[in-house]
């Protein structure tokens, strides 16, 4: 029969990063140009009694130095058994083909796990309802990495920016593709190139807590206030209040040591070029960082800047907020 087909897209941290461990809220974005989809093709079990599920990953030869098919990935696979209720065994070949470069904190793991569960749930004629894929994607992340707030898990299949707080996140009323709207911030994702532990980033924060218990409280306070007070200039429509948030935060994580000397570069040379903010995104040790301009014109420019400081790559990512909300 036909294969099962499963989607899902990358994301980016606007703000709150590692603060979210600690229960400060976060703002993060989707990324609807990085996408995953993955078949899922049913073919007849064997005679051996067991269950088959073959991973493999489109067009990656010679097969990349982070493996993209994990443990999580595995254990997804049993979970999504028992929560889907599937009946008979289960023997499928999944072909995942993903544009999100890894270990860049873009939320790749999270979004290859929901989009292959999605595809099974397609395969096998159980659709699952939106916490479940949650749950399942959520695992996944847990046994892959150590670690779960939750939020890549949620993002890489939000069709709008959210807040995430406690485990729970609410969409903010902001569109993916800029107008019609005053609120028009154009933001701009690059690679710096060198990928990052986001497991050893939260572990040298724990370490760094543990010692001085006041830095953590004073980390977790400013940055909830900087995600609070920017969540008002987006209602505002005060972009350079937002920008300001951004470098600010980058700040609190550069002077934790989340940060690199490459990514405090493309920062700098983020803000010479006209940006509003700029700051390291993710998990950090390296991977990504995110700028925002003020129109498209000034994002090409804030762009260059970026990549004449060393980014390997740069996405541009047009969020506006509807004029019916106004
Ligand atoms: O997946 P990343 O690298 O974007 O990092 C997630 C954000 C952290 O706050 C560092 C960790 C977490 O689980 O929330």
Redesign the pocket.
């Given at each position: 029969g036909r294969p099962g087909v499963g989607r899902a897209h990358g994301?980016?941290?606007l703000l709150?990063?590692?603060?979210?461990?600690y229960g400060a809220p976060?703002l993060v974005m989707p990324m609807p140009q990085l996408t995953v989809t993955v078949h899922a093709t049913r073919f007849a079990c064997p005679g051996d009694g067991a269950d088959k599920i073959s991973f493999a990953i489109a067009g990656q030869h010679p097969a990349p130095v982070t493996p993209l098919v994990t443990d999580g990935l595995r254990y997804l696979v049993e979970k999504f058994r028992e929560r889907a209720a599937v009946a008979g065994r289960m023997c499928a070949d999944v072909l995942i083909d993903s544009g999100i470069p890894q270990g860049?904190?873009?939320?790749s793991?999270?979004a290859c796990a929901r989009a292959a569960v999605l595809a099974l749930a397609d395969a096998f004629g159980r659709p699952l309802d939106a916490a479940a894929v949650y749950d399942l994607v959520q695992a996944s992340?847990t046994v892959a990495?150590g670690?779960?707030?939750?939020?890549?898990a949620l993002a890489t299949g939000a069709t709008a920016p959210l807040l995430f707080r406690g485990g729970s996140a609410r969409e903010l009323p902001i569109t993916m593709s800029g107008g019609p709207s005053r609120f028009d911030g154009v933001f701009i994702v690059a690679d710096s190139g060198a990928g990052?532990s986001?497991k050893e980033?939260?572990e040298l924060l724990r370490d760094r807590f543990e010692q001085d218990e006041k830095i953590k409280e004073a980390f977790v306070r400013r940055v909830s206030e900087l995600t609070t007070a920017a969540l008002r200039d987006l209602d505002d429509g005060r972009l350079t209040g937002f920008g300001a948030r951004l470098t600010e935060n980058h700040r609190l994580l550069r002077d934790l040591g989340i940060s690199t000397e490459p990514i405090d570069a493309m920062v700098e040379a983020a803000l010479a070029a006209g940006g509003l903010g700029a700051k390291i995104?993710?998990?950090?040790l390296g991977?990504c960082m995110i700028a925002l301009a003020g129109d498209p014109g000034q994002a090409e420019a804030v762009a260059h800047g970026i990549e004449a400081a060393g980014a390997v790559r740069t996405w541009v990512v047009p969020v506006g907020r509807f004029a019916s909300h106004d």
């Open positions: 994301k980016a941290i709150g990063e590692h603060a979210v461990v976060a860049r904190g873009l939320g793991s999270a992340e990495h670690r779960a707030s939750g939020i890549d990052g986001t980033a939260v995104t993710g998990g950090g991977g």
